[in-house]
């Protein structure tokens, strides 16, 4: 079975600040997903960016950037230029490519909650 | 936001009531997911359905039961809820994609206490 640490419980950030957080997983598996999720208070979880196992290149989408190092099943996010609005529970969250055994299903870390302080 | 919701919102109730919790989603998704999450701690599955009349139990162990009956429905039972089943409880949906860009959208949540 798959896991997802996430082994920063709270981080803080000063507005316009970078901040990295950490995520490394356990699998046996060639090909998956890797996923980081954001829930703010009170609000709906929602997709941050996406990675596959397979490819290279890390993704990135705007201020939100990954280190995707495969060897090694980690997985970070980084944060650029961090804005009030970026508070909120980040969740890294795994799955697998072989959807025929194991369908859709994902599983998530426990969560780090990131505050920005203005 | 993803067109998907969750009623009530938040629901405290007494110990042995039966109770429903509502999902749907507006996005003619075939797949949808039940998820409890404690607070603080990460998400687990505990119903999933990959369409009408398909309904599987998921990771964590969970007394509560499903239904789909409609493609844009997806409920969750207690028949006699506890105060062990004090937790969040968030609904999902995905397309029957394959690959990277098959994303789950989240309801809003609700918050159960039992007491």
């Known amino acids: 079975a798959q896991t997802v640490t996430q082994s920063q419980p709270e981080m803080s950030v000063q507005e316009a600040e970078t901040v990295t957080l950490s995520c490394t997983y356990d699998t046996s598996e060639s090909d998956y997903y890797l996923f980081w999720y954001k829930q703010p208070p009170s609000r709906q979880m929602i997709l941050v960016i996406r990675q596959e196992a397979y490819k290279q290149q890390n993704a990135t989408e705007n201020r939100f950037s990954v280190n995707f190092q495969k060897a090694a099943k980690s997985f970070s996010l980084k944060i650029s230029d961090s804005q009030l609005g970026d508070a909120a529970m980040y969740f890294c969250?795994?799955?697998?490519?072989?959807?025929?055994?194991?369908?859709?299903?994902?599983?998530f870390g426990t969560g780090t909650r990131l505050a920005v302080r203005p | 936001e993803a067109d998907i919701y969750q009623t009530p919102r938040y629901l405290v109730i007494g110990t042995g009531k039966k109770i429903t919790l509502e999902c749907s989603q507006t996005?003619?998704?075939?797949?949808m997911y039940w998820y409890q999450q404690d607070p603080g701690m990460e998400l687990h599955l505990i119903h999933y359905?990959?369409?009408?009349?398909?309904?599987e139990k998921g990771d964590l162990s969970s007394e509560s039961t499903v239904s789909r009956i409609r493609t844009e429905h997806f409920p969750l039972t207690l028949e006699s809820a506890r105060p062990s089943h004090t937790s969040q409880y968030l609904c999902?949906?995905?397309?029957?994609?394959?690959?990277?860009?098959?994303?789950?959208?989240f309801g809003p949540g609700t918050r159960l206490t039992v007491l």
């Open positions: 999902a949906s995905s397309e029957s994609l394959a690959g990277l860009r098959n994303e789950q959208f």
């Open positions: 359905s990959y369409g009408v009349n398909s309904t």
């Open positions: 969250a795994y799955r697998s490519a072989f959807t025929v055994s194991s369908g859709d299903k994902l599983t």
């Open positions: 996005m003619g998704h075939d797949k």
